[in-house]
């Protein structure tokens, strides 16, 4: 059964910084492609970057690009998100979660389980 555990996340004026972290547990973390999804309220989870689980190659989406680094430490069982120039619509509650492949793992509807998520507030 895999856990996941996010961290990091707070409140930060615009143009700030944070680094969110999450601890995975129950699966050969190594062998998985993890990504990062966001929601903020009264709207959809949404999938906002993702790291292959071998060749290093990362997605993300438009909103997010140049602003965000997401990175992985295989010997930790960690995946981070580097959030710099942070903006007020990237507040939301962030997630990560486990795929097997960029590709695949977008969709937020095919998961059943999910972390407690790390708040992240973005005040102008």
């Known amino acids: 059964q895999v856990q996941l555990v996010e961290s990091g996340g707070g409140l930060v004026q615009a143009g700030g910084s944070l680094r969110l972290s999450c601890a995975v547990s129950g699966r050969t973390f190594r062998r998985y492609a993890m990504g990062w999804f966001r929601q903020a309220p009264g709207k959809e989870r949404e999938f906002v970057a993702a790291?292959?689980?071998?060749?290093?190659?990362?997605y993300y989406i438009e909103s997010v690009k140049g602003r965000f680094t997401i990175s992985r430490d295989n010997a930790k069982n960690t995946v981070y998100l580097q959030m710099n120039s942070l903006k007020p619509e990237d507040t939301a509650v962030y997630y990560c979660?486990?795929?097997?492949?960029?590709?695949?793992?977008?969709?937020?509807?095919?998961?059943?389980?999910w972390g407690q998520g790390t708040q992240v507030t973005v005040s102008s």
């Open positions: 979660q486990v795929g097997s492949t960029i590709a695949t793992m977008g969709n937020p509807h095919e998961y059943d389980y």
């Open positions: 790291i292959s689980r071998s060749d290093g190659s990362t």
